[in-house]
Structure formats: structure tokens, C-alpha cells
């Protein structure tokens, strides 16, 4: 008998038809771990993208592991150790709905938190920490940024440094000022040291300020910013600096020339050693890894075991004096009065080697620009940032050892730098501290000429940048688009920006103060750096000075008390 079709399988027919037209998600289908190392193959763009596909796909695209992956990808921490993070550290239901929910939108901008720091904070997700960081990298690239002015110092501003919200810092009168970045408003002024401050570092909540008045002072930071005294360490001569992490450890660095290692838990000194092993020479910077101690004293930078304070190496690579020094993982950053500031990669020696010291210090870059001696350094990621006697600072790119910006506004010899996440901090002779904000989109570009000028960076000023690097004569072509390729200029700087350029060497190199000089021996004319240039700069002081100027300005007044 001939069965006739119901109703019901009616219905059963049309739903097996729909579900077989359905097409089939095979992401959705694999277990989470296996979707996510499929995802992981995308870039930023196509994933961001992807989640706009369905709720299941949004869930996986935005799972806090894969955005930690893209920006150890995209390295956030150049030269550095990327923090650990792993599957295991996120809750157990961030393949939710409701964990995807949480997350921001892939087109908003991150909370000012994750912003203000290399590391996200306990409320951001990676995925927000990655927004931002582009946003913060393509305005360090590019020269978008606000700056502000904090006064309060009555005398020359010598230690600088950033702790959250708040900047700190010291200066020749013996004052430490503490403000909030975020309003510009001080929050305390402290004046027990009986000296300048010399030196400022911090580690987690703790702050270090050493003087020389031969002692650290140790405080304790509370959550408005505020100081409070929590100890001391005293020391047989005046301190120039002094650096600290958070690994329980204090470098202190004296006037007399000695390197001192502290346990901070119990205030005792593990060791003391002389910076420089051949010359008693004050010691004008520390810095220190897990093994090594590093000191610059003199035109070397010495080398120690941090564990047994042994001596291992002197290495020289500046023709001045060794004024900054700064460990990056595995760089060590230098500046120095002879007006470079030189990249080297860390590394040991193999067992078999005949060096004993079992490190290896070798230059990677050496970068050239400032007019005069280069005063202080700092780095973050990629960039580092130098301050230098010529009142300005530049931005550096250490991948291409590109210099990628003049900052300029300070009236005086800047002799103290630091930076965070998106925002650089200094302190000048003008006994003023600047701060350089970085992190919001859309601002104006970094104008002000590294002559002091107010505006734009002129043609003349961005081909001195480009000349200064240059191994051989450039062409204005070649000069041009070497500004071009480093966003030097803005792209509104003329209509015929090429011939302008052309026109403005043309000129400056018939002047009586010419910064170029025009070689007309082919065409296209080549350009170069006049010889006098420097030489001129350099007469503009007094000519023989009995000690460098770092050394002058950490050797303290006879009038303070």
C-alpha cells in the first residue's frame, strides 16, 4: 500500500532541507584551543573583521590569547622579554558570550590605563591593550602629541621620573616635587635632603632620591601621589645616580667613584667596587641586569658580576664622556658628550672562549644628530629618547637608527629624561619639567626646529637631520626623499615641496653661516654638512673647560647647606 505524506512529514522535509542548505561552521565546530591556533594565522585586520561575522566568531576572535600572540608579533617590547601569559591565565569562561561581551568594540580606542603603560593593566584586556598601542606607536612615529609645562623648581632641574599618574622630581635646590600629569597640579613639595637631587628611580611603590648630600632617601608612595619617608642609606661621598627594579636590588653610583650594590629588604650594602678599575673617576651612570652590573665612568663603561662584584670588562666606544647608560633587555643604551649615543647588544661568551668576563658587548648602532653633548637617554620599545645640552630632545628609531623627531621648548640644557607607554617627561636649566603626551590621536605633528625657532621643522633644519647620518654627499632628490620616508616635514609644507627644498640648500649654502655646502662638480648638485658648522657651534662656548659638563653639574655647591 502506497503511504501517503502527512503534514508532519511535511514539516520534517522542509527542515532537513533548510539545514542542508545551512552552510556548515567549521570554526564554530572545533574546540576552542584548535579554532584559536587556526585564528592565530590572521593579521589584526582580518581578524577584527572576522568577528563581525557571527556571536561564536566574535567569541573566538576576541579571545585574550590570541591578541597577546599578535602583539609579541607586532614587538611592543622590542629587545625586550614579552611578559608570560599563557591559556591557563585567563578565567574559565572567556570562550563565552558573555566574556566576549566584555570585551570593547574593534573600532573603539582603549581605556587610559592600558595607554599609560608597556604592560596591560589588571582591567584591560589584550585585546584593548593592542588598540591602543597601535594608536600610541603611529603617534611616536609620527610626531602627534600635546605637551604641557610644570614650574615649581627654584633651581636647575637635575632627576626626573615617571610613577603612574605623577611625575617626580628633583632639583639643585634640594627639592623634590611631586604632580599629577593628568591636571599639572602639585601635590607635594619636600625639601629634607640637605643638597641637590641628584638621582630619581622608583621600584613598584617605592621611591629612591639620591642627593649629595651623600645619602638615599627611600619613601614610600601612596595612592594620591603622596611621599612618605621609610628609611635611608648612607654613603662616604656625594651620589650622582643610582637604579633600581623590582628585584629587591639598589645601584648607587658616588661622586668619588665607587659602585655600590643594596640589598633594599635590609638596607645593607652586598658589595662596593670602584666604577672605573684603572682611573678614580666619578661614576655618572648605573644600570643592571640579572647578571651584570653596568657603570659609565669616564669615556668606558665597565662591566661587573652582579653576583660577586667581580670585575669583568672596560669597553670604549665614546671619544667623551660616558653621561647617560640604560639597559633595554638585551641592549645597553650610552650617550656621551661627544654627541652620539650608541646601541649595544648584550651577549655571552661560550664556555670555550678565551675572554674570561663571559659577556660580549659589541655596537650595533651609533647615532649622531645632536648639535651638542648628549646629557640623558631613555627607551621605550623601539624608540629611544635623548636629551642633550643643544636644549633639545630626539626620538630615535633603533630599528633604523632613523632619528625621527626634534622636541624642542626648553630654554636650557636638558639634563634628565624619562618616558612610559605614550608620554616622555624632562627636566632643564630653565628649571621647568615638560611632559610629551603620546597616546591621543589627531594632535599636531612635532614642529619646533632644532635651532629653536618657533613653527614647523624648515627645510634646512629636517636636510641637516638627513646630512648629519650621512656617509657620502646626498642629492636634493636623495635628500628629499629621505625626509619623506621619515615624516620629517608635514605634507602641507608646500606645494612644490622638492623645489622648495632645492631652493632653501641653495640658499643657506651661500650665506656666511652656510650649514651646507653645495658641490657643483656634477648634476644633479650634491649637498653636504659644512666642515665649519660644528667647529662654530663648538666656539660658542669657552673653548677649554677644566672638567666636562656633566661633571661640573654633579660636582655639588660649595653654598648649599
Known amino acids: 500500500m502506497k503511504r501517503t505524506r502527512t503534514d508532519s512529514d511535511s514539516h520534517l522535509h522542509s527542515a532537513k532541507q533548510a539545514h542542508a542548505a545551512r552552510p556548515f561552521d567549521l570554526l564554530s565546530s572545533l574546540p576552542p584551543e584548535l579554532a584559536c591556533s587556526v585564528l592565530k594565522l590572521l593579521d589584526a585586520q582580518t581578524l577584527s573583521m572576522a568577528s563581525r561575522v557571527s556571536h561564536s566568531w566574535?567569541?573566538?576572535?576576541?579571545?585574550?590569547?590570541?591578541?597577546?600572540?599578535l602583539a609579541v608579533r607586532a614587538r611592543f617590547w622590542y629587545g625586550q622579554q614579552p611578559p608570560a601569559f599563557s591559556r591557563e591565565q585567563m578565567p574559565p569562561a572567556a570562550h563565552?558570550?558573555?566574556?566576549?561581551?566584555?570585551?570593547?568594540?574593534?573600532?573603539?580606542?582603549?581605556?587610559?590605563?592600558?595607554?599609560?603603560n608597556d604592560n596591560p593593566g589588571p582591567d584591560v584586556t589584550w585585546h584593548q591593550f593592542?588598540?591602543?598601542?597601535?594608536?600610541?606607536?603611529?603617534?611616536?612615529?609620527?610626531?602627534?602629541?600635546?605637551?604641557?609645562?610644570?614650574?615649581?623648581?627654584?633651581?636647575?632641574?637635575?632627576?626626573?621620573?615617571?610613577?603612574?599618574?605623577?611625575?617626580?622630581?628633583?632639583?639643585?635646590?634640594?627639592?623634590?616635587?611631586?604632580?599629577?600629569?593628568?591636571?599639572?597640579?602639585?601635590?607635594q613639595t619636600i625639601e629634607t635632603h640637605n643638597a641637590g637631587v641628584s638621582c630619581i628611580d622608583t621600584?613598584?611603590?617605592?621611591?629612591?632620591?639620591?642627593?649629595?648630600?651623600?645619602?638615599?632617601?627611600?619613601?614610600?608612595?601612596?595612592?594620591?601621589?603622596?611621599?612618605?619617608?621609610?628609611?635611608?642609606?648612607?654613603?662616604?661621598?656625594?651620589?650622582?645616580?643610582?637604579?633600581?627594579?623590582?628585584?629587591?636590588?639598589?645601584?648607587?653610583?658616588?661622586?668619588?667613584?665607587?659602585?655600590?650594590?643594596w640589598d633594599v629588604a635590609s638596607s645593607t650594602c652586598v658589595f662596593q667596587v670602584s666604577g672605573s678599575p684603572h682611573e678614580a673617576e666619578l661614576v655618572s651612570s648605573v644600570d643592571y641586569n640579572a647578571d651584570h652590573i653596568f657603570s659609565g665612568s669616564g669615556s668606558h663603561v665597565s662591566i661587573w658580576c652582579k653576583k660577586s662584584g667581580q670585575f669583568l670588562m672596560q669597553t670604549t666606544g665614546h671619544t667623551g664622556s660616558v653621561t647617560g647608560l640604560h639597559v633595554h633587555g638585551r641592549f645597553l643604551l650610552t650617550c656621551s658628550e661627544d654627541k652620539t649615543a650608541i646601541v649595544w647588544t648584550v651577549g655571552r661568551q661560550p664556555a670555550s672562549s678565551a675572554i674570561a668576563s663571559g659577556v660580549d658587548l659589541s655596537v650595533q648602532l651609533s647615532l649622531g644628530g645632536h648639535r651638542e653633548g648628549i646629557r640623558c637617554l631613555t627607551?621605550?620599545?623601539?624608540?629611544?629618547?635623548?636629551?642633550?645640552?643643544?636644549?633639545?630632545?630626539?626620538?630615535?628609531?633603533?630599528?633604523?637608527?632613523?632619528?625621527?623627531?626634534?622636541?624642542?621648548?626648553?630654554?636650557?640644557?636638558?639634563?634628565?629624561?624619562?618616558?612610559?607607554?605614550?608620554?616622555?617627561?624632562?627636566?632643564?636649566?630653565?628649571?621647568?619639567?615638560k611632559i610629551w603626551d603620546f597616546s591621543q590621536p589627531n594632535r599636531q605633528p612635532l614642529a619646533v626646529p632644532p635651532s629653536g625657532q618657533q613653527g614647523r621643522l624648515s627645510w634646512a633644519d629636517a636636510a641637516e637631520i638627513v646630512l648629519s647620518q650621512a656617509a657620502e654627499p646626498m642629492s636634493c632628490d636623495a635628500i628629499f626623499s629621505e625626509i619623506s620616508k621619515r615624516q620629517l616635514l608635514h605634507a602641507r609644507f608646500g606645494r612644490t615641496p622638492s623645489h622648495s627644498l632645492n631652493a632653501s640648500l641653495h640658499a643657506n649654502s651661500k650665506t656666511s653661516n652656510a650649514r651646507f655646502v653645495c658641490i657643483d662638480t656634477a648634476t644633479p648638485h650634491k649637498f653636504m654638512l659644512s666642515p665649519s658648522w660644528a667647529s662654530r657651534q663648538l666656539l660658542s662656548r669657552p673653548s677649554s673647560r677644566p672638567q666636562s659638563r656633566a661633571s661640573s653639574r654633579a660636582t655639588p655647591a660649595p653654598s648649599m647647606t
Open 379 to 433: 627607551s621605550r620599545g623601539k624608540y629611544l629618547v635623548t636629551g642633550a645640552y643643544d636644549q633639545t630632545l630626539r626620538v630615535w628609531d633603533m630599528e633604523t637608527g632613523h632619528c625621527l623627531h626634534v622636541l624642542s621648548g626648553h630654554g636650557g640644557d636638558v639634563n634628565t629624561v624619562d618616558c612610559d607607554g605614550s608620554r616622555i617627561v624632562s627636566g632643564s636649566d630653565d628649571k621647568l619639567v
Open 58 to 69: 566574535r567569541c573566538l576572535c576576541l579571545d585574550d590569547w590570541l591578541w597577546y600572540a
Open 96 to 116: 563565552s558570550i558573555t566574556t566576549a561581551s566584555q570585551h570593547t568594540d574593534p573600532n573603539s580606542r582603549s581605556s587610559p590605563s592600558s595607554s599609560r
Open 203 to 261: 621600584a613598584g611603590c617605592t621611591v629612591f632620591s639620591g642627593s649629595w648630600d651623600k645619602t638615599v632617601k627611600m619613601w614610600t608612595q601612596s595612592s594620591d601621589g603622596t611621599l612618605q619617608q621609610c628609611g635611608d642609606l648612607a654613603h662616604s661621598d656625594a651620589l650622582i645616580c643610582l637604579r633600581s627594579k623590582d628585584d629587591g636590588f639598589l645601584v648607587t653610583g658616588t661622586l668619588a667613584g665607587t659602585v655600590h650594590l
Open 130 to 187: 593592542y588598540c591602543s598601542q597601535i594608536v600610541v606607536n603611529h603617534n611616536w612615529s609620527t610626531g602627534r602629541h600635546t605637551s604641557t609645562t610644570l614650574s615649581g623648581h627654584m633651581d636647575v632641574v637635575l632627576s626626573i621620573k615617571i610613577s603612574g599618574d605623577y611625575v617626580i622630581s628633583g632639583s639643585r635646590s634640594c627639592r623634590i616635587l611631586v604632580a599629577r600629569i593628568s591636571t599639572g597640579e602639585t601635590v
